[in-house]
């Protein structure tokens, strides 16, 4: 594949720049779509009444006229030649064009009939004419790269990319579906409205199709009446639930009842854990390893970073004496690792946890008996398939933060049963939120500095640039800068990002988590699901970069006890979206929300943030296809099954989705 650096026109500032914007190589750049088109079609003059928008093409007759109202307004205007009318055109702030406009010359005029005006008056002219209908692809950008120039960029080498076409021919001829390549082409440069509707229906049908294959790789050999056997009083999980420190929520109990009835069916449990942050999801998945353990198997519980991974292993020792438990992180002394893996192997480990050092090859199980997977979504799905065939078919959790509304979670999981925790523990105050600009930072310090008099902690979110870490850790850096300015004196700080080394991670938050820190400034990318009781403030910088779900489950980190709990979201963009975390506390509502303001692609927050990150598919908007994709997907897979061929390895390593 070339290199993205080889390409003309990418030095070596722009190329920061594209990978800021989460582009890394060729791919990503040719599937960096257009979010929408500016659309110039020819207005029919005949039928125009004052106020309706225009796009007329037509001659010049005349060198404009230029009146300076101010140092900041002034107003050009000029006599413009349509073949059948001559209308005066008016167009504010453009005296720089004075000199381009010549008389004769062909020009677009885009803007408003006004016939106070007697004419035109325009925002935004083009030179020369229009042919027929004009349209623009606008792509996100940042303040460093326009559109325009990541526009420039993928015209220069859609042409010479070649890409898999992945939907099989017989659903290409079925829709009539256009060639991969060509649909590329023209998604960045539609000549017509029925040929971008053509490209779109294509990338998005095989989008979909490639989604839909991987999660029915994920259920491979997953068939009813094939699971584990068991025998499990339920008096003895009763006897825990009654002797914990706190009293299960109704909603956690029935979790649960739910997963010991899975468990000891002789199905294979296929089951996802969706509850609010902070809803507690952490003991029932505990109660989950315990009854497996109570069965006679090994369990595994996969976190999505270190930190969680060796939150989760403190915990349940705590909870759950009587289980040998064994941690599996990244980086282990080798005698450690090697005494883990063998208790693993011959069965002294009862449960382990890990992050996904726990699918390395060499580590081998006696008898996994369950597998889970905790804020499931950051994984891709060969990671999750291959804990899984660790196991002779174990039972599955999934659990997830980041609830989706019922009837899309049953059309993209399949057959996946769900259990929702829907309360949080009694005691909870909602986490109350205020959105401030960055104008008002004092505020906030204030606010801030009360928190610390209480002897309580904070955590501070710094201003992300999105995939660039680099970017991350000088804005990490100038806060912690900026922060101890204001509070060195009074407290100490703790920094956290994704660059540190595990050692130094876990010295950070074991610090904060004792105490002895009393702010911690870090990126988001680290601290799902970290618990600190103490913590009652948390501050956003930058929050419209986020979705509403990814804001609700920072936020979720304070609030954990009955202390007053505060959420401080610092933005001086979108306010209005942000506005509804200040009326609402409610995970499932704010979801729907999001859904409705933003469509699925920011569904889970971040943008890549992994499962369901579609990069042109919508689930909502395009869900009909959706179901026709999935309906292809299984008898395409039966097809398969008979002809005994297996489904392309490559397909499962398309990054684009769930990985
Ligand atoms: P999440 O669902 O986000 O993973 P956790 O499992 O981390 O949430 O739980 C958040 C906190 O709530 C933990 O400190 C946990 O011990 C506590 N907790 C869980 N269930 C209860 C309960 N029923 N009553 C009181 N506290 C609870
Ligand atoms: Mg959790």
Redesign the pocket.
């Known amino acids: 594949m070339i290199d993205l650096s080889e390409i003309k026109g990418i030095g070596i500032n722009t190329l920061r720049y594209l990978n800021d914007l989460g582009i890394n190589n060729l791919d990503d750049l040719v599937t960096y779509y257009p979010f929408r088109y500016d659309v110039y079609e020819k207005t029919d003059m005949d039928k125009i009444k004052n106020g309706d928008h225009v796009v007329i093409d037509g001659i010049c007759e005349n060198n404009p006229n230029v009146f300076h109202f101010s140092r900041k307004l002034n107003k050009m205007s000029f006599r413009f030649n349509t073949g059948k009318k001559i209308y005066n055109v008016t167009i504010f702030n453009r005296a720089y064009l004075k000199n381009k406009i010549k008389p004769g010359m062909a020009l677009t005029i885009i803007g408003k009939y006004d016939t106070k005006h007697r004419g035109i008056v325009a925002n935004n002219l083009e030179f020369g004419m229009l042919l027929k209908t004009k349209i623009t692809p606008v792509y996100h950008s940042n303040f460093k790269i326009t559109s325009k120039k990541i526009h420039q960029i993928i015209t220069s080498v859609v042409d010479k990319v070649k890409v898999t076409d992945y939907v099989p021919e017989t659903f290409n001829q079925k829709y009539n579906l256009i060639e991969k390549n060509k649909a590329l082409k023209i998604i960045h440069n539609p000549s017509s409205l029925e040929l971008l509707e053509k490209a779109k229906q294509k990338l998005k049908y095989e989008e979909l199709f490639v989604f839909m294959l991987k999660m029915s790789y994920l259920k491979q050999g997953h068939k009813k009446n094939t699971g584990l056997e068991r025998k499990v009083n339920f008096d003895k999980v009763k006897g825990k639930m009654e002797n914990l420190p706190?009293?299960?929520?109704r909603d956690?109990e029935k979790a649960v009842k739910n997963i010991y009835d899975d468990l000891i069916s002789s199905r294979q449990m296929n089951r996802l854990l969706q509850?609010?942050?902070?809803?507690?999801?952490?003991?029932v998945s505990f109660f989950a390893l315990f009854i497996n353990y109570l069965s006679g198997y090994q369990g595994a519980l996969m976190a999505p970073t270190e930190i969680l991974a060796l939150q989760h292993y403190n915990n349940i020792k705590k909870v759950f004496p009587e289980l040998k438990v064994g941690l599996l992180k990244g980086k282990l002394k080798v005698k450690e690792r090697r005494e883990i893996l063998a208790g693993l192997a011959d069965g002294t480990i009862d449960v382990v946890i890990g992050t996904h050092a726990l699918i390395s090859d060499d580590v081998v199980y006696q008898n996994l008996g369950l597998v889970i997977t905790d804020e499931q979504h950051r994984f891709g799905v060969m990671q999750r398939g291959n804990l899984k065939n660790k196991g002779q078919m174990p039972d599955i959790l999934y659990m997830s933060?980041t609830p989706i509304p019922r009837t899309y979670a049953l059309t993209l999981y399949g057959d996946m049963d769900i259990s929702s925790?829907k309360t949080m523990?009694?005691g909870r105050k909602p986490v109350k939120t205020f959105l401030k600009s960055n104008k008002e930072i004092k505020d906030v310090l204030y606010l801030m500095l009360d928190e610390i008099k209480k002897n309580h902690q904070i955590y501070v979110v710094a201003p992300l640039v999105e995939e660039s870490d680099k970017i991350d850790l000088e804005n990490v850096y100038e806060l912690a800068d900026k922060m101890n300015k204001a509070f060195g004196k009074v407290c100490d700080i703790g920094v956290l990002h994704g660059k540190m080394s595990n050692k130094e991670k876990d010295e950070v938050m074991t610090k904060f988590k004792e105490g002895k820190t009393k702010i911690l400034i870090s990126t988001t990318v680290i601290e799902v699901?970290v618990?600190v009781?103490n913590a009652t403030m948390m501050v956003i910088f930058d929050s419209f970069r986020f979705g509403l779900s990814a804001l609700h489950q920072l936020r979720?980190r304070v609030g954990?006890n009955d202390l007053d709990s505060y959420c401080v979201l610092i933005s001086d963009r979108e306010t209005k979206r942000l506005q509804i975390l200040t009326e609402t506390n409610d995970g499932f509502k704010i979801s729907e929300e999001d859904f409705k303001l933003r469509g699925s692609g920011d569904l889970f927050g971040l943008r890549q943030s992994g499962d369901m990150h579609f990069k042109i598919a919508d689930i909502k908007q395009d869900f009909n296809l959706l179901l026709t994709v999935k309906e292809d997907c299984e008898n395409y897979l039966k097809e398969l099954e008979a002809s005994k061929a297996v489904i392309l390895q490559d397909i499962l390593q398309t990054t684009n989705n769930l990985d």
């Open positions: 706190f009293k299960l929520t956690q509850g609010d942050v902070g809803s507690g999801k952490t003991i933060a925790i523990p009694n699901g618990d009781a979720g954990r």
